[in-house]
């Protein structure tokens, strides 16, 4: 008996056009059906926005005879997310995956990430849900190296499912094939990013700012992300979407509010 | 002995000219000094967006002989906490508010809310930290009858501190204060969006598209926010930033990737 191909969105934070994007996509196309539904463009840093406090646009950019469907959308990832659910596939893909990020969203990144906002969209929906991201910022990064990894983790999900509201979050050393020692399913490391604004003069004299800043881990653990990526290993944290701090109720209720 | 007054951050995502920081800010000066540092328009729906794209704006806006500084910035609530530690305080304060949102940011809003990724941006950098919010989106909603819950539970916070990693993300129902039945600490209800997108044509006839949706509550606890706010009282969820699932990890270990 013929098992019915999977249906797989893809979406993205850097834009359409981004390597990464392309890489996961030739994945995804020997494990099943896909649809593409990303940005127009950069959307790094955004986070769970959504847009509603202006018009969103969405542009069908494959060709009729192409393989799959590709969509550009003017919104966030997030939105991305939402168009591809409710006006292209109308109903709920077996699979979205989201990536592959150019630069890490390991440890506190995961907050601020647009592919893993996505990915965690795509989760609140109950949809199967997995972001990738390689700890590389080069728009040439080596995706080659990575990619049986990322086979083998979405084969897994659309093999066994994941556990309820529970989204993949995972990131790649930037290392050769050989030299990756394996997979480990880490925890968030806690850290921080300790920010400075570069403040410049617009040609008018008029100040205005750059955001910078420096990552740092505070976190010793060795069953981190941060841990896994620095020694070699893929991490991959389960995320959770129901943020509340369970263990702080007790002490809450002892204010008798 | 005089104690010395603590010092106040005051930030929120509709923009530092809305009635709700305006509310918020005439409680905060009773507790301490205040520092406002706020979006200069409305930032609803921006999750925890930062701005790594584009350039930062920031005006101190407050007269020099005024009661307190005032600072609008071009970027997002989270941006916002992040000029304001950086580069205005130059260090933490001993509290961050944000709000009082126009409108709900109870369950899974707490995901796409500004104001509560304001409050969680200060929570990460280590400042005690409340999101507050009251279920009326009215640019005239009635703010005096939540200022005596606001005024409690920000000095029990400045009074014994939050459990590490942990924000409070509180909300009101809209209603008179004799109408309010008391304080409830909470957990995340969970619930959807379930969204559409309004179709519609620019004056070249081109489409184009709102995004709109109906919130829809999936969960039947009498121990969540949803139930709270129906039933009359304030919710208060704890919520925190590791979004590790940690119940997820034995499950995804026995995958031996």
């Known amino acids: 008996m013929m098992k019915k191909r999977p249906l797989i969105l893809i979406t993205n934070d850097d834009g359409i ?3 990464g994007i392309r890489a996961l996509i030739s994945v995804m196309q020997q494990l099943g059906d896909i649809i593409v539904v990303a940005p127009d463009g950069p959307q790094s840093g955004t986070g769970h926005a959504i847009t509603i406090n202006n018009t969103l646009h969405l542009e069908k950019i494959s060709k009729p005879d192409a393989a799959f469907e590709e969509y550009a ?6 939105d991305c997310v939402k168009f ?3 006006e292209i596939i109308k109903g709920k ?8 990020n150019h630069g890490s969203n390991s440890s506190i990144n995961v907050i601020y990430s647009g592919t893993m906002s996505a990915a965690v969209e795509a989760g609140i ?4 849900s997995i972001g990738f991201s390689l700890q590389d910022f080069d728009w040439n990064a080596d995706f080659d190296a990575i990619t049986p990894f990322v086979k083998e983790i979405a084969s897994k999900v659309l093999e066994t499912g994941l556990p309820e509201g529970t989204i993949l979050n995972v ?3 930037k290392l050769k094939r ?3 020692k394996g997979v480990k399913i880490c925890r968030q490391a806690k850290a921080i990013w300790l920010e400075t604004f570069d403040k410049r003069k617009t040609p008018m004299g008029r100040d205005y700012y750059w955001l910078t800043g420096e990552f740092k881990n505070l976190d010793n653990g060795e069953d981190t992300d941060e841990w896994a990526l620095k020694n070699g290993y893929v991490s991959i944290v389960p995320v959770q979407f129901d943020l509340t701090a369970y263990h702080a109720m007790q002490f809450l209720n002892s204010w008798n509010l």
């Open 171 to 173: 990131n790649f050393p």
């Open 84 to 86: 591809a659910v409710s």
């Open 125 to 128: 929906e109950g949809i199967p």
């Open 93 to 100: 893909p077996d699979l979205c995956v989201s990536g592959i």
């Open 73 to 78: 959308c003017s919104g966030t990832p997030v």
């Open 17 to 19: 056009t981004a390597p």
């Open 178 to 180: 050989e030299d990756i």
